[in-house]
């Protein structure tokens, strides 16, 4: 949630000049920033703490595969979200599926509906500055690189 918003708000200081992606990712880096609050409070209300944020192996590895250059960088940067974004509905899905308590487990729920509309805002924002071809080819990549990192 917080690595979501700050990659939102990393777009839009690197892509200012991108007037379609301003106001969407303005409020992107918000809901993420919103779901943080949310699930930071929760933490509190159980008297836990908050881990330290470590370096996630299967981001790393996807991010060494992002292309220099301006449009390539970005369309590269967008997709990887959109895949990264992917794999939060997944596991948001199972979190919300094996928790007994009923109302956690429709929070995390909520959390998987949002990632997957932040992976449909990620590949329609690809869609609004790419052509389709560029983009399936590329996601296509992105998705066989994918497998690797989990692997």
Do not use: C
């Not at 409020?27 to 881990?51: G, K, M, P, S, T």
């Not at 959390?111 to 449909?120: F, P, T």
């Amino acid at each position: 949630m917080k690595k979501a918003a700050s990659t939102a708000l990393n777009l839009i200081f690197r892509y200012g000049d991108h007037d379609a992606l301003m106001i969407p990712l303005s409020q992107l880096a918000r809901e993420e920033l919103e779901h943080f609050h949310q699930v930071y409070r929760i933490i509190a209300a159980r008297d836990l703490d908050l881990a330290a944020d470590e370096e996630d192996a299967y981001v790393v590895e996807l991010m060494r595969r992002v292309r220099n250059g301006r449009d390539e960088r970005f369309l590269d940067r967008l997709l990887a979200a959109a895949v990264i974004e992917a794999r939060g509905t997944e596991r948001m899905e199972l979190i919300a599926a094996a928790i007994p308590d009923a109302k956690l487990a429709a929070f995390y729920s909520g959390l998987a509906k949002a990632e997957a509309r932040h992976r449909e805002f990620f590949v329609r924002m690809a869609a609004h500055y790419f052509d389709e071809q560029t983009i399936t080819s590329r996601l296509d990549l992105w998705l066989d690189w994918e497998t690797t990192a989990i692997a």
